[in-house]
């Protein structure tokens, strides 16, 4: 019988680099730790920001996974097609069969942004993905009238106050290039309040900071078509010039290929709210693919802080587990808290801090806007670099 363990980890992602780097630092040498990622390199979400603001380049914010190697991790780039769950194997595209003691899946999202019916064709933006930012930069630059519309098409999405940071950075863009005056900046989103899961205070503070910069928030506005003109579900019709999607958001399809990862009824993965175990040994799944219940109305929200944090719970009790720890005193369980600095132009950003477990009900916290929060989020990303990957 062997007693060397392999972690597998499933996605390269904010909560598979946090994981992987974790488990290394911790575990003996002769135990073995896998990530498997389809991608060949990281970047940050919130890159997307900076590229469109123009502070940063895609080819200057990839960083290769590769690299994990000489942190003594195995990083395979290959897509996964399924888990097979009763043997303990995952399969990838290039027909490798993967044992694994420990399962970690860090899989994401996936974005569907043809779900929308028109946008393919409609020459809009999809912000989130990386690739089309410097091209909506260019178009942004290039405008000297007209409407910029930016459309959040189904909740829920990653990072929710990235669209409203998008609006102020482009507020930005427009003001330095003179053209402000003459483009009208609207978002339409299809909750009633700008940021549901922060609460209606912080939304009311975010929609008056968007409109003291001339942002129009529609709220109640979902999506139905792009033919032109947007059609929204509620029966009003906008004409724009640059459409900006947050395409809507779906389970990577390997999960659903996978029988018993997903319950019939369940668009995302569901597990222990404490401890990340989903109901098969040794098999955990955090982040984005995950959906934590807080009450009826909130969920944690799909953000990489939230990936981090549950990460560090989940690999505490790997390595408990593989190294005999039964020091109890420690009982690694995810506390829901977490926070995230929300850009608004300038260099500056506001502190969010949000702690979701509270036996209150969930309580956000808005800091007003500083050049100090603007550079510790600068510092959030660069620091997880280093440590993750350089
Ligand atoms: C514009 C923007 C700004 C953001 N800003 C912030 C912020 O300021 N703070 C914050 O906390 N979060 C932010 N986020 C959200 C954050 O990026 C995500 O919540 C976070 O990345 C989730 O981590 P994860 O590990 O769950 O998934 P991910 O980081 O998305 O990683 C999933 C990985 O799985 C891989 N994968 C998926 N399917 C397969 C497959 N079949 N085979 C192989 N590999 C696969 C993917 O390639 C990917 O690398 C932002 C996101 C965006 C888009």
Redesign the pocket.
């Known amino acids: 019988m062997t007693l060397t363990k392999h972690v597998l980890i499933?996605?390269?992602?904010?909560?598979?680099?946090?994981s992987a780097n974790l488990l290394r630092k911790s575990l003996p040498h002769e135990h073995q730790i896998t990530v498997?990622?389809?991608?060949p390199y990281?970047m940050?979400?919130?890159?997307?920001?900076w590229i469109l603001s123009g502070t940063r380049t895609l080819d200057d914010s990839r960083v290769a996974l590769n690299k994990l190697e000489n942190k003594g991790v195995r990083f395979l780039n290959?897509?996964?097609?399924s888990v097979d769950l009763s043997r303990n194997m995952v399969n990838?595209?290039s027909d490798q069969k993967l044992k694994y003691d420990y399962l970690i899946l860090?899989?994401?999202?996936?974005l569907v942004p043809e779900q929308i019916k028109g946008f393919k064709d409609s020459g809009g933006f999809d912000?989130?993905d990386a690739e089309q930012i410097p091209k909506l930069r260019e178009k942004i630059l290039s405008l000297k009238s007209g409407r910029i519309a930016i459309c959040i098409a189904d909740i829920p999405y990653?990072?929710p106050?990235?669209p409203y940071?998008?609006s102020l950075l482009i507020n930005d863009i427009l003001v330095t290039n003179g053209t402000r005056d003459s483009v009208d900046l609207d978002i339409y989103s299809p909750t009633p309040i700008a940021l549901p899961v922060a609460g209606p205070k912080i939304s009311q503070d975010v929609v008056n900071l968007l409109n003291k910069h001339n942002i129009n928030f529609h709220p109640l506005h979902k999506l139905k078509r792009v033919n032109r003109e947007l059609e929204f579900g509620n029966g009003n019709r906008m004409d724009y010039d640059v459409l900006i999607c947050i395409p809507p958001h779906k389970i990577?399809?390997?999960v659903a290929n996978s029988p018993g990862l997903l319950k019939e009824g369940e668009n995302w993965i569901n597990v222990d709210k404490f401890t990340l175990r989903t109901n098969y040994e040794n098999v955990f799944a955090?982040?984005?693919?995950?959906e934590i219940k807080v009450n009826r109305y909130v969920a944690i929200?799909?953000?990489?802080?939230?990936?981090?944090a549950e990460?560090k719970v989940v690999s505490q009790q790997i390595i408990d587990e593989i190294t005999n720890n039964n020091n109890k005193s420690q009982n690694p369980r995810f506390d829901g808290k977490?926070y995230?600095?929300m850009e608004i132009g300038n260099k500056n950003a506001g502190y969010i801090d949000a702690d979701f477990y509270n036996e209150t009900g969930p309580i956000t916290k808005l800091e007003s806007p500083s050049e100090e929060s603007y550079h510790r989020?600068v510092d959030?990303e660069r620091s997880r670099i280093n440590e993750w990957l350089l």
């Open positions: 499933l996605g390269a992602g904010f909560g598979g680099l946090a498997i990622d389809k991608s990281f940050m979400g919130v890159i997307n920001l290959d897509e996964i097609i990838t595209r860090a899989l994401g999202v996936e912000l989130y990653k990072c106050p990235a940071e998008a990577p399809v390997m955090i982040g984005d693919v995950t929200p799909k953000a990489g802080i939230f990936a981090e990460a977490g995230c600095f989020k959030f």
